[in-house]
């Protein structure tokens, strides 16, 4: 892509090893069959990015691959699907990281992972120039990543905010700990932060979704979703309260409904919608994810996600 995208998807880039629905877990020593297995890209930033891609936004992936044969391969999918791969970054000594995505029939995900190239991914890799001249800065997998600190990261979204930029943070939470101090002088310069409740719990110690947003709207965050899978999301702002549902589908794998779901909000962003009518295509583009397996094949193309808004209602009340 030759033309400066409106997004920069900065974080996590992965190969993605992952499995039709399997019966069962397979004992040791037993072979399990699969329908099929797809090797795909993956990874927050660069989910991200295809989702937007798919929905007809111009799409950057700032990260690291190695440099073997995997991070070839990432790098030319993500091209494929016509995202900017300017700034994917191979690491020498580095292998890119994979994870191995195991599904089993009527049970949530379970996930094999090596982190690779990803652990050397760091706030100096988003490039000044191209973070000023974009729309939208999203980051996503933070807290994950050991080599990205929020002392580095608060002047890039610091400039991004003085330049217009609006910017927007997804975590991954791995365990129990204390992540607070790695949030709060970041989310101030933060528009849109989107942690999922399991996350938002290890995070803040509260079960309720909304006591946790409204702790992290607190802290300094513009907006806060947070999603919560089959049962829909909640959004907070200064003066607004809402509770979403989730929209009817067929459900087949739940991996990057989250990244697609970000995809779709920010698509609202950009498209100067407002809170609700963000919530609805952010919903429709995650319930669209999760129809086939992989994190980004499912996902609705723009006249797809239109045509499904079309045709169904979300329910959105004030809470």
Known sequence: MTSQPDV???????????????????????????????????????????????IGVRAAVVGRVGA?????????MLRDSGVDVSLVMPTPGMDTSQTMIVNVAGQDRRFIHTFGANARFAAADIPSDRLISCKVLYLGGYLLTPNLKQEELVPVFQKARAHGVKTVLDVGVPKPGEYVSRLDRLLPFTDVFLPNNHEGELITGERDPVKQAEIFQRLGARTVVI???????????????????????????????????????????LQNMGAEDCLRFASALGASCVRAIGTTPGVFTRPECEEFLAKNKLSIHRL
Not at 242 to 260: E, N, Q, W
Request: hydrophobic share 45%; glycine share 16%.
């Open 8 to 54: 920069l998807c900065a974080g996590i880039v992965v190969a993605d090893h992952v499995c039709t629905p399997i019966s069962h877990v397979p004992a040791a020593g037993e072979l399990v069959m699969a329908d099929g297995m797809l090797l795909t890209s993956g990874g927050c930033a660069a989910n991200a990015a295809i989702d937007l891609a798919k």
């Open 227 to 269: 999603t919560m899978g089959g049962d829909g999301s909640i959004l907070v702002q200064k003066d607004l309260r809402l509770k979403a549902g989730v929209y009817p589908i067929d459900y087949v794998d739940g991996s990057g409904g989250g990244d697609a779901f970000d995809a779709g909000y920010i698509f609202g962003m």
């Open 68 to 76: 073997d044969l995997f991070g070839r391969i990432v790098s030319d």
